[in-house]
T-cell receptor
Framework: NAGVTQTPKFQVLKTGQSMTLQCAQDMNHNSMYWYRQDPGMGLRLIYYSASEGTTDKGEVPNGYNVSRLNKREFSLRLESAAPSQTSVYFC?????????????FGEGSWLTVV | GNSVTQMEGPVTLSEEAFLTINCTYT??????LFWYVQYPGEGLQLLLKATKADDKGSNKGFEATYRKETTSFHLEKGSVQVSDSAVYFC???????????FGRGTSLIVHP
């Protein structure tokens, strides 16, 4: 049972380069999320997708774009990377509409922008 | 809006000590409450949850009771092990939103 799979696990970018973080879930969940985690800041929501075909901004969307390619996949794109985007990125998914829903996380992608 | 406040860490304990990590929340309606754990180099995983007042969630020796009157969901364990060293996140999900609200996390370090 793979759960939530995200790639790559590690990436080093130069300032101004672009890249896409890929995420896929095999639990048939409607909702998917992208978070970033920085020391002392906890988890911050970048974008989320309540269902296939919809995306919405979270707390820190600037500098990012997302695509909900289908029900399984939700990608995060950095168009022009900046050092402030050095972080650990987590993709997550959950079923929608139930208060007791568990959020399932991927293992994280460590991104360094130099 | 919804918010979750956790005690700041790190919490440093000796093996077999008693653990409490405080969590209080502000939310509209009747949220579900969660504790997630993040081991080094890994993503978050659900530790336990409670969906209504006075419910007790438990798993792997950890417990937390949903206290509506004090809006709290404190995490406890009677005897910690070195392998419990991790970051613990308190979270809530309210009935009106499917987007969870997380606390900032509390690092636990257990020494042999």
């Amino acid at each position: 049972n793979a759960g939530v799979t995200q790639t790559p696990k590690f990436q080093v970018l130069k300032t101004g380069q672009s890249m896409t973080l890929q995420c896929a879930q095999d639990m048939n969940h409607n909702s998917m999320y992208w978070y970033r985690q920085d020391p002392g800041m906890g988890l911050r929501l970048i974008y989320y997708s309540a269902s296939e075909g919809t995306t919405d901004k979270g707390e820190v969307p600037n500098g990012y774009n997302v695509s909900r390619l289908n029900k399984r996949e939700f990608s995060l794109r950095l168009e022009s990377a900046a050092p402030s985007q050095t972080s650990v990125y987590f993709c997550a998914s959950s079923e929608t509409g139930l208060r007791e829903n568990t959020i399932y996380f991927g293992e994280g992608s460590w991104l360094t922008v130099v | 809006g919804n918010s979750v406040t956790q005690m700041e860490g790190p919490v440093t304990l000796s093996e077999e000590a008693f653990l409490t990590i405080n969590c209080t929340y502000t939310a509209t309606g009747y949220p579900s409450l969660f504790w997630y754990v993040q081991y080094p180099g890994e993503g978050l995983q659900l530790l336990l949850k409670a969906t209504k007042a006075d419910d007790k969630g438990s798993n792997k020796g950890f417990e937390a009771t949903y206290r509506k009157e004090t809006t709290s969901f404190h995490l406890e364990k009677g005897s910690v092990q070195v392998s419990d060293s991790a970051v613990y996140f308190c979270a809530l999900l309210s009935g009106g939103s499917y987007i969870p609200t997380f606390g900032r996390g509390t690092s636990l370090i257990v020494h042999p």
